[in-house]
């Protein structure tokens, strides 16, 4: 394949001025990202939502620093040319910001990504503007925010009154000033995702938030239908339906194995006939 360039922070401003939508999506393992970056992806998303999509926990509260760089390090092997941005997990950027420091270092250095995700509005503004002032770009999220899920008490629609939204658009704008080239914008309504987006001069990147975001994200195993979740999401679209896929070869592959229709000769390596020959009563 014909290697291309990543894109770059002020390509991403360059498209929002441009009326380029910016595609980004996520990945978590060498394959996945492999398929996405030969799609022609502008932004694969190394997102805490692997707690729920490949490891199995119920949020991403419980996802560490280490599972980050973990499958960080995984996606950038797969995806070499394309700017990949890691999200850092539950209380790794709200202590001191020494800490905050070494971690979003560590997931530059040890996770190989381009720039770190955060979420949260004007109180990570300072988190924010660390980090950009030490060369680390950073990627702001807004709106329905899956690490304070216990706190905010389930996963809601974000912006819905007028004190919502200002608030919301505050924090954007904060956000922005602290110098994160980009904002997430999480299950808001479209008016409001629109508003914003208008608003800022950095791009935005809608997951549930309607269609008038400068770019638009979804977790990987949504939209390829390899959940085995039950409901789908309503923001979500399906591409493809790999579960159906997975599931319909798996047991085509025990029943051929039960059955002994699996390996046949084709899939096995023989002896030469006379050297065979001798070996447990010969070629049997
Ligand atoms: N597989 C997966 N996809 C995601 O988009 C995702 C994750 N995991 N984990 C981290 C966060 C959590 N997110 C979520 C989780 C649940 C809803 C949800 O239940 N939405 C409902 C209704 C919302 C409402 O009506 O207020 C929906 O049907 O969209 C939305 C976003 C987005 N992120
Ligand atoms: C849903 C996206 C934006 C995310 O943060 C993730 O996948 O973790
Ligand atoms: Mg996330």
Known sequence: MEKRKAATIAKFKKMKDNGTPISMITAYDYPSAQLVEEAGVDVILVGDSLGNVVLGYDSTVPVTLDDMIYHSRAVVRGAPSTFVVTDMPFMTYH?????????????????LAKAVKMEGGREIADA????????IPVMA???????????IGGYKIQGKTRAQADRLL????????????AVVLELMTEQLAAYITEQLSIATIGIGSG?????QVLVYHDALG???????????????DVGSTIREGLKQYVHEVKSRSFPTADHAFHMEDEVATGLYGGNK
């Open 211 to 215: 269609p008038r975001c400068d770019g």
């Open 95 to 111: 202590g001191s910001m020494d800490l905050t420091l070494r971690n979003a270092a560590r997931i530059m250095q040890e996770g």
């Open 170 to 181: 505050d924090d954007a704008k904060a956000l922005q000033e602290a110098g994160a080239f």
């Open 128 to 135: 924010v503007r660390a980090c950009a002032k030490a060369g």
């Open 141 to 151: 999220h807004i709106g329905l925010t899956p690490q304070s899920i216990h706190q």
């Open 226 to 240: 390899y959940n085995t979740d039950a409901s789908p999401k309503r923001f979500v679209k399906m591409y493809a």
